[in-house]
């Protein structure tokens, strides 16, 4: 084999994308289009609230009654009879673990975090007279959680994340991958990942002999026309996520004799989100590779910022004594978001001047519309007296009809996209339930379950929650609430690189779950 000529030893390449992504770089989700996967990650939410609503379960659209309540059910503040601010901060335990070629890894991620921060003010300067009250309301909810870490590692010698990347590049000309100098951002235009450009400008993809547009790794040998892993090689992958989904709000809420209650939230959605993934191939012997291959090193990084738009009324209704049902309906979320990715890849081949090199992709950017779905909820509970609740609520969710828009100045219009979300998404059902009871006056003890459909229909893993926590108010105004929530675990297949040339790419397991400790402290007056 020629090895084709070094065009660049170590270079930084900037420039800005106007295309959006066309690769999965999610192991997850390796043949799934990456904006699907978007839309599934960011239109499912989870409610978070305060000590008191995550440990019944969230299930609070028919009592009301708390800051946390109020992303649930805008009614919640007509409940109030005083005003109230509290704060709740919680800390996120994620463990992981990972079966791949023979080998097991555990890994953890943990972070503070705030859960729920609020303000209920209880006009009653304004009331018309004692069947009737007004509150106004500010609070700030998290509605979803993107904080995850997990590692895999294992030897194989019969693939290589290389040798996929080689496959994936046939067809393309090797002068069409060719980056000449600082800023060239042709490649582009080609319609392959960086990660393929990144690999032939390291010299870790060749041209097979006679070809200008067929290619081989550089962990790869060959034989005739017969091409194999020269040798054992260490494979070892590792991601990151970082980031929430906030919902900054400003509720009306008010009482209408003593038995209606309504209210209505404008909503504004804050998102954050970092994907950090970094995958390493490394030879244990050099000599086994006719290259002299010794190691490659490619990171991937993603950033999302978003913010968006909703509204959600509710309504609290009281038929008869102890009985309350509850009512709401959120509008679509209207969200602008901005993503920005680059890539990363070190080479090192014993024999070649420099041995070690790093390139850099440009910074790709792209920005686009999500309309999240409609959201229709319902509630029961019963109120024994001063001693007991039990409360259980239902919510659909038409995932199905979760739009993708493009940018003004974009260029895709998301048409393929949006039909694999008709189709592959689902109507979603939702269920929680939580109880109460107070052993004394001033103490509560609390247990919930909440149970979330996956947005996708060929996605088994749904998502169940356990909780429990215990509360405290004191005669002056002052309480403090405790909780522990329970995310039960779920299993995926984790694939790190994609099936080539009738070669099969080894396939493993992540098994995952959160643990999250919630404290709240408030005063009414």
């Known amino acids: 084999m020629m090895k084709k000529q070094i065009l660049l030893a170590a270079t930084v390449i900037f420039s800005i994308a106007v295309n959006g992504q066309s690769y999965s770089h999610n192991a997850l989700r390796l043949g799934q289009n990456p904006y699907v996967a978007t839309a599934a990650l960011f239109s499912q939410t989870f409610y978070e609230g305060s000590a008191r609503t995550s440990a019944m379960g969230n299930a609070f659209i028919s009592l009301g009654g708390d800051v946390g309540a109020l992303s649930i059910n805008p009614a919640s503040s007509g ?94 000309a090797s002068s069409e991958l060719d980056v000449t100098f600082e800023g060239d951002t042709y490649p582009y235009n080609i319609g392959l990942p960086w990660r393929n450009i990144l690999a032939w400008n390291s010299t870790l993809l060749d041209l097979l002999p006679g070809t200008n547009n067929e290619y081989i790794a ?33 509720n009306i809420g008010g009482r209408i004799g003593t038995k209606l209650f309504l209210g209505a939230n404008i909503g504004i959605q804050a998102l954050s989100y970092t994907d950090y993934q970094r995958y390493k191939e490394s030879a244990q012997n050099p000599a086994n590779f006719q290259t002299g291959f010794k190691y490659m090193d490619h990171t991937f990084r993603q950033s999302t910022n978003g913010i968006g738009l909703n509204a959600k009324l509710g309504v609290i209704f009281l038929p008869v004594a102890g009985l309350r049902l509850g009512a709401t309906l959120t509008t679509p979320t209207i969200m602008s978001l901005t993503e920005s990715w680059e890539e990363q890849m070190t080479s090192s081949i014993t024999g070649l001047n420099p041995e070690t090199m790093t390139l850099l992709s440009p910074l790709g950017e792209y920005s686009f519309g999500m309309v999240s779905p409609l959201k229709l909820g319902a509630g029961i509970s019963y109120v024994f007296g001063r001693f007991a609740i039990i409360s259980a609520d239902v919510e659909g969710v038409a995932y199905n009809t979760t739009r993708l828009v493009k940018s003004e100045n974009g260029n895709n219009a998301f048409t393929n996209e949006n039909e694999d979300i008709s189709k592959d998404f689902r109507f979603a059902k939702n269920f929680r339930l939580g109880a109460e009871v107070k052993p004394f ?78 404290v709240t402290f408030g005063f009414r007056f």
């Open 79 to 172: 409940v109030y009879k005083y005003s109230e601010f509290s704060v709740t901060p919680s800390m996120v335990f994620a463990p992981s673990k990972t079966e791949y070629l023979s080998t097991s890894m555990s890994d953890l991620r943990n972070k503070p975090t705030l859960s729920s921060m609020g303000y209920i003010s209880n006009l009653s300067s304004l009331n018309r007279g004692r069947n009737s009250s007004l509150s106004i309301s500010f609070a700030v909810n998290r509605i979803n959680d993107f904080n995850s870490r997990f590692s895999a590692k294992g030897t194989t010698a019969g693939s290589s994340w290389l040798g996929s990347v080689a496959s994936g590049t046939n067809g393309t």
């Open 218 to 250: 550089s962990t790869e040998n060959l034989d005739g026309d017969y091409i194999s892993i020269g040798g054992p090689l260490n494979q070892s992958f590792s991601r990151e996520t970082m980031g929430n989904q906030t919902e900054i709000l400003v």
């Open 441 to 518: 006056k001033n103490i509560a003890l609390r247990a919930g379950y909440s149970y979330y459909q996956n947005a996708e229909k060929s996605n088994p893993n749904d998502f169940s929650f356990i909780s429990a926590g215990a509360g405290f108010n004191s005669n002056g105004g002052f309480f403090l609430d405790l909780s522990f929530q329970h995310r039960v675990a779920i299993k995926e297949r984790l694939k790190l690189y994609q099936d080539y040339s009738g070669v099969g790419a080894p396939e493993g397991f992540l098994t995952s779950s959160a643990n999250k400790l919630y």
